[in-house]
Nanobody
């Protein structure tokens, strides 16, 4: 069982930046970030392959958010720039225990491990 612990959430003004980090207790394959706003379903934000050579970003964050990972430290990060009020949500780190590629990387059901979530609030 792999445990994931997120950090880095907080309150920021629109146009600002935040960096989320997630530490994994063991080896993982695909790692990703999802978010969930009140009253809405959990949605895909970004994911990265184990090698770091393949990344996925949702259209809503493309060009503003960047996912990266450090396998030596078992960590994944999400750099969020040009934040908007609609980015306000609880952000969850997720990881799979097996190789997942392509469109499957965007699906909640293909992730085996989840963090507890960290709140990101963007004020207008």
């Amino acid at each position: 069982q792999v445990q994931l612990v997120e950090s880095g959430g907080g309150l920021v003004q629109a146009g600002g930046s935040l960096r989320l980090s997630c530490a994994a207790s063991g080896r993982t394959f695909l790692m990703g970030w999802f978010r969930q706003a009140p009253g809405k379903e959990r949605e895909f934000v970004a994911a990265i392959s184990r090698s770091g050579g393949t990344t996925y970003h949702s259209d809503s964050v493309k060009g503003r958010f960047t996912i990266s990972r450090d396998n030596a430290k078992n960590t994944v990060a999400l750099q969020m720039n040009s934040l908007k009020p609609e980015d306000t949500a609880v952000y969850y780190c997720a990881a799979s225990g097996r190789a997942v590629t392509g469109i499957k990387a965007l699906l909640v059901g293909n992730y085996d491990y989840w963090g507890q979530g960290t709140q990101v609030t963007v004020s207008s």
